[in-house]
């Protein structure tokens, strides 16, 4: 029976790329190079994340200090846009007529 259908079909039911019986694309030289060299830059990638630049011990705590003066210079910026302090004193000043001295 499946040997008569595809046998006597004329073609590819609905969209010839998409679905189950969909016509299958030609592997060109270009996809096949393609291929080669995105799986050449993976190895060599994964040949340079596999070998680390520092040692755990070089690596603890080797950026605190800058760290530390990225995080003085952030609240520096961050407390120079704040406003003064007012005091109780400066808001009701226009209060104070009546003494004299």
């Not at 910026?77 to 004193?89: C, S, T």
Request: glycine share 2%; charged share 30%; aromatic share 12%.
């Amino acid at each position: 029976m499946f040997l008569t259908l595809t046998l006597l079909r004329k073609g590819i039911p609905g969209k010839q790329w998409i679905g189950k019986y969909r016509r299958p694309r030609q592997i060109t030289w270009q996809m096949n190079r393609n291929t080669v060299k995105r799986l050449e830059r993976e190895a060599e990638t994964e040949y340079w994340i596999s070998r680390p630049y520092m040692t755990r011990e070089q690596e603890y705590c080797h950026a605190a200090e800058r760290r530390a003066q990225i995080w003085l210079q952030i609240k520096e910026v961050k407390f120079a846009k704040f406003p003064e302090h007012k005091h109780i004193k400066d808001h009701l000043s226009h209060l104070n007529i009546t003494k004299t001295w």
